[in-house]
């Protein structure tokens, strides 16, 4: 059974920093996309960074210059680094992989990712 396990959220003032990690069981995850999508209430699954098996990484625009996404094939696990948060980045934050995801408009699309974790809460205050 597969299975994605986030952790890492939190409570933080604006300007702080979290880091979220999620860690993959049940299968091998070296040839998935690996991604982060948030959600806020009221509001949809939005694209937040994304990491191809070939280390190529995307993000969405907000994100570029404060978050930074990474893996660790050995250890099944995708992480990403928040930096200078801002009260707008609340939302609960989410995990998910997928296979043949190659492609900047593809690693973009939650449609394209077969596996989600539960999400972790991530609240700044001002």
């Known amino acids: 059974q597969v299975q994605l396990v986030e952790s890492g959220g939190g409570l933080v003032q604006a300007g702080g920093s979290l880091r979220l990690s999620c860690t993959a069981s049940?299968?091998?995850?070296?040839?998935?996309?690996l991604g982060w999508f948030r959600q806020s209430p009221g509001k949809g699954r939005d694209f937040v960074a994304g990491i191809v098996w070939n280390g190529n990484t995307y993000y969405a625009d907000s994100m570029k210059g404060r978050f930074t996404i990474s893996r660790d094939n050995a250890k099944n696990t995708v992480s990403l680094q928040m930096n200078n948060l801002k009260p707008e980045d609340t939302a609960v934050y989410y995990c998910?992989?997928?296979?043949?995801?190659?492609?900047?408009?593809?690693?973009?699309?939650?449609?394209?990712?077969?596996?989600w974790g539960q999400g972790t809460q991530v609240t700044v205050s001002s």
């Open positions: 049940g299968r091998t995850f070296t040839r998935y996309t």
């Open positions: 998910a992989a997928g296979q043949g995801i190659l492609t900047s408009l593809s690693v973009t699309s939650r449609e394209k990712y077969d596996y």
